[in-house]
């Protein structure tokens, strides 16, 4: 995959991101690296391995989902938000 400014921007444009044009040439040389990086991980032979497996024995543990309503840590949560209006978050739109 090439790293070229038309990727950049799109990146920037999705990150909602401002991309200095100082640190694009930057950028664009580091995420090469890293996808270069990733490439070289197709050549490792890990047909000696299951494809999925788990960190934790016996599974992921599970527990009971409870609901609890704490009507002074919500106000204090949306109190301290940039932008709230009636109990809500007000946030900008993202669809056009």
Do not use: C
């Amino acid at each position: 995959m090439i790293i070229d400014d038309k990727t950049i921007e799109k990146l920037a444009k999705l990150s909602s991101l401002e991309i200095p044009s100082a640190k694009k040439e930057n950028l664009k040389r580091e995420l090469s690296e890293i996808i270069s990086f990733v490439d070289n991980l197709k050549e490792i032979d890990v047909s000696q391995y299951e494809a999925t497996f788990t960190t934790v024995e016996g599974g992921t543990p599970l527990r009971e989902d409870i609901a609890i309503q704490d009507l002074e840590l919500s106000s204090h949560i949306v109190n301290h938000a940039p932008k709230s209006e009636n109990g809500f978050f007000i946030v900008p739109k993202i669809i056009e």
